[in-house]
């Protein structure tokens, strides 16, 4: 698995206390309260990222605790700053990945298939909203994040991906691009075209509510930190409490 180091977050520090490179520092050294800070700040990312290629929840959570156990191990060859949460989803899609092809199914990613594989409005269309209600009356009552997560679920991986990462996320193109490694051109396109089909299903209001879809906290965040904690422990990377 490419795991270069990867270009830096929008607006993240390098100097603050607590800052990804001392949490970092800190967790070569053994540190269990590292370790768990840093799934704290990234669980969120890494699940939506998971999220916008497997389609089940639970499934994204696996591939999140994975991720943790696979960059632990390899921490120390790390090169960047504030850039970890970027090189952690990298991982994160390419497990998410492997697990579809663990079933037969091929998702390309590099842009080659896209008009091949275009959606229809049809398909995108076909997600589910409460019985007897319509999509205006689902958002008078707030059911708009539902409504918005059962639409993105229904388009492609190559698209919800990337509508995942940029609009849900708020990443950059650019991030986006290293993330899923693809040009950042074809980002541009799937997410345009990601646009187009969730506005024909949803219509203009869906992207002020885009940030609140894909919660990852409480006790499932809590849950991951437990396991991946517990695993290092096994696995002697740090010392039990």
């Known amino acids: 698995m490419n795991i270069s180091t990867p270009p830096p977050l929008a607006g993240a520090a390098t100097t603050a206390p607590g800052s990804d490179a001392e949490l970092i520092g800190h967790a070569l050294q053994g540190d269990q309260a590292a370790f768990e800070a840093i799934m704290r700040r990234h669980n969120r990312l890494l699940f939506r990222a998971a999220r916008g290629v497997v389609a089940d929840d639970a499934e994204a959570q696996d591939v999140v605790q994975e991720t943790y156990l696979r960059a632990f191990t390899q921490l120390q060859d790390f090169q960047g700053g504030a850039s970890l949460g970027t090189w952690l989803a990298r991982i994160a899609i390419n ?11 091929s998702v390309p990613m590099d842009g080659t298939q896209d008009l091949d594989h275009e959606p ?3 398909h995108m269309m076909s997600f589910s909203a409460p019985p007897g209600a319509s999509p205006e009356a ?3 009552r707030g059911e708009l994040r539902q409504l918005l997560q059962s639409a993105v679920e229904g388009l492609p991986p ?4 990337v509508f995942i990462l940029r609009a849900v996320q708020e990443m950059s193109v650019e991030e986006t691009a290293f993330c899923l490694q693809v040009s950042d051109a074809v980002v541009k396109t799937r997410y345009l075209r990601a646009r187009a089909l969730l506005r024909d299903a949803l219509g203009a209001r869906i992207e002020a509510h885009a940030e609140s879809a894909f919660p990852f906290a409480g006790e499932r965040c809590e849950q991951v930190v437990r396991y991946v904690v517990a695993e290092l422990q096994q696995r002697q990377r740090i010392a039990r409490r």
């Open 138 to 140: 689902a958002l008078e």
């Open 95 to 105: 497990l998410a990945l492997d697990v579809l092809r663990k079933r037969g199914r």
């Open 158 to 161: 190559i698209y919800r991906s």
């Open 120 to 122: 229809s409005t049809e």
